[in-house]
Structures are given as structure tokens and as C-alpha cells.
């Protein structure tokens, strides 16, 4: 396979304290998760998040990312079109897009500042459930469009970091 790269794990950062440093991971027999942690390769000091099989993250028992602040859940409409929201708390906001359906191809894209940072698309004809998620810088914009009309719900949740 010509121009691509397949790896487990990756090191972001190349610090002489592991603490400054962060692995991306997946299980050594990949099973749709994934883990990112403080540390070196073979040698990470403390879990920060894990994906789950179904995209939900979740947060390691005492890992903070909201300094105490509760999530907002906002509904969406389960149709076409966009949704703009605009991050206007002066904080970073991690965001989370998710639009759930039954039968054909759900497509979600998540673009902030002109530029498309996710996109997800479930296709065949069993109940798919998809989500993208984002860390909002302050002042920025993020555009939650829903591109086919076949969803069952829609939602966007935002928590000040």
C-alpha cells in the first residue's frame, strides 16, 4: 500500500520530562479504541482520554477537563441544514456533534473557520449512531451541518474547559 503509514502508537512531542510529551494509541490486537496519555512510548505516566468502540470519550477517574462545569446539551433539528454556534464564553469549549438514525447514510461535517475539522458518515441499513468532536477556540464559530434527512435526533454538547 504505497503512501500509507500504519502504526499502533504515536509520541506527540519529544520532551525529556515525559509528562510533557503524549501517546496515541490503539490495543495491540485494534479493536475500535483508542487512548491518549501523558508520557513516552512504552512508558506513559497517566491515561487523559479513551474512545470507546461506539466514539463516546470518556475521561479516566480524576481526569478534569471542565474545571467543575456541567455540559449543555442542545437539541438540533433532525433535517438537513446547518447550525452555527459560536464560542463566546472567552474560554476554549470542548464540543461534541452527534446525529443518530436508522436505515442509509447519515453524514455529519463539523467546520470552524471555513476549514471542515470532522466529518462522519454511517452508511447500510442498521441504526447508526455518529459523532465528532472538538476543542472550540474562544471567539471561533463551528458550523454543525446534517447533509442527509434521515436522522432520528441531533444534538450538540459544549463544556467550558
Not at 35 to 62: E, Q, Y
Not at 122 to 147: C, E, Q, R
Request: charged share 5%; hydrophobic share 40%; aromatic share 6%.
Amino acid at each position: 500500500m504505497a503512501g500509507n503509514l500504519k502504526i499502533q502508537q504515536v509520541q506527540l512531542g519529544d520532551s525529556a520530562t515525559a509528562a510533557n510529551n503524549f501517546v496515541l494509541s490503539v490495543p495491540a490486537s485494534p479493536d475500535g479504541t483508542a487512548k491518549l496519555s501523558r508520557g513516552v512510548l512504552g512508558a506513559t505516566t497517566s491515561d487523559v482520554l479513551n474512545v470507546g468502540t461506539g466514539g463516546v470519550i470518556s475521561f479516566p477517574s480524576g481526569v478534569s477537563i471542565a474545571n467543575g462545569n456541567t455540559p449543555t446539551s442542545v437539541a438540533l433539528p433532525a433535517t438537513i441544514g446547518n447550525t452555527n454556534f459560536t464560542n463566546s464564553s472567552g474560554r476554549a469549549k470542548f464540543i461534541s456533534f452527534s446525529a443518530y438514525g436508522s436505515a442509509g447514510v447519515t453524514m455529519l461535517k463539523l467546520t470552524v473557520a471555513g476549514v471542515v475539522v470532522g466529518t462522519v458518515t454511517v452508511t447500510s441499513g442498521a441504526t447508526g449512531h455518529a459523532t465528532i468532536s472538538y476543542i472550540l477556540p474562544a471567539g471561533k464559530t463551528a458550523n454543525f451541518d446534517i447533509s442527509v434527512n434521515n436522522t432520528s435526533g441531533a444534538y450538540y454538547t459544549h463544556i467550558d474547559l
